[in-house]
């Protein structure tokens, strides 16, 4: 905030919002009940996620994280949705409600306990690795990793689990922008095609779940044997 933080740069300053906007769209995630809303906050996430990539470029000089902000939209917020539509059924990415274990408002209220562990956790972190955006992508970054782990652990089905991980995946991202922003490029390429993997995989194996069970819930895996 500007009044907390007098000495912040234009660029500390907007990626302290970026920040914002990505840790909301993480407890969207948690609140979301409609798997092609959950799809949208997703690449909602990633696309803040590439905002601040690009903002600590702006600020370090390192030209290679511009590179990774415009792969990070590409693949994480036009690629992946595009891709989990095409590839799963449309009955379940447009009109099927999410199961999961707890209520919303539970959830949302374990998030938010997690997300302040992670504040605590990270304040001893940010002392072994100095730098004006330690302080506001790494906390924020765990409380991801936390809530993306929680959002697979409550939710039954098999695309809101496969977006959790991917959450966890925008997390450690976000977390290490900040810790080790000269990390190569080829590192985060690499990670992106992983990414893609996954969901290219888990959207077929969502569509074929929905075809032979009219289910999505892990569970019902034990139903796709060989006749």
Not at 1 to 13: I, K, V, Y
Not at 50 to 75: C, D, K, N
Not at 108 to 134: K, N, Q
Not at 195 to 221: C, F, N, P, Q, Y
Request: charged share 10%; aromatic share 6%.
């Amino acid at each position: 905030m500007p009044g907390l933080h007098p000495t912040l740069s234009l660029g500390n300053e907007l990626n302290l919002l970026a920040a914002g906007f990505f840790l909301l769209a993480t407890f969207g995630l948690v609140a979301t009940r409609q798997v092609l809303d959950c799809v949208s906050v997703f690449a909602w996430q990633s696309l803040m996620l590439a905002v601040s990539a690009g903002l600590v470029a702006s600020e370090t000089g390192l030209t290679h994280l511009y590179a990774v902000a415009a792969i990070t939209v590409m693949t994480k917020s036009l690629l992946i949705p595009w891709l989990l539509a095409r590839t799963s059924s449309s009955a379940v990415v447009a009109r099927r409600e999410i199961s999961q274990t707890l209520t919303v408002p539970t959830s949302l209220l374990i998030a938010l306990g997690l997300a302040t562990l992670a504040y605590f956790l990270a304040a001893p972190l940010e002392a072994a690795a100095p730098g004006a955006h330690v302080g506001v992508n790494l906390p924020i970054g765990l409380a991801t990793l936390l809530i993306g782990a929680f959002t697979v652990t409550v939710r039954r089905e098999a695309l809101p689990q496969v977006l959790g991980i991917l959450s966890m995946e925008n997390g450690a991202f976000f977390a290490g922008v900040a810790i080790a922003p000269d990390l190569p490029l080829f590192a985060e390429l690499a990670a992106a095609f992983d990414v893609l993997v996954i969901a290219l995989v888990m959207g077929l194996l969502t569509r074929k779940l929905h075809e032979r069970t009219g289910s999505t819930t892990v569970a019902d895996l034990t139903e796709l044997r060989e006749e």
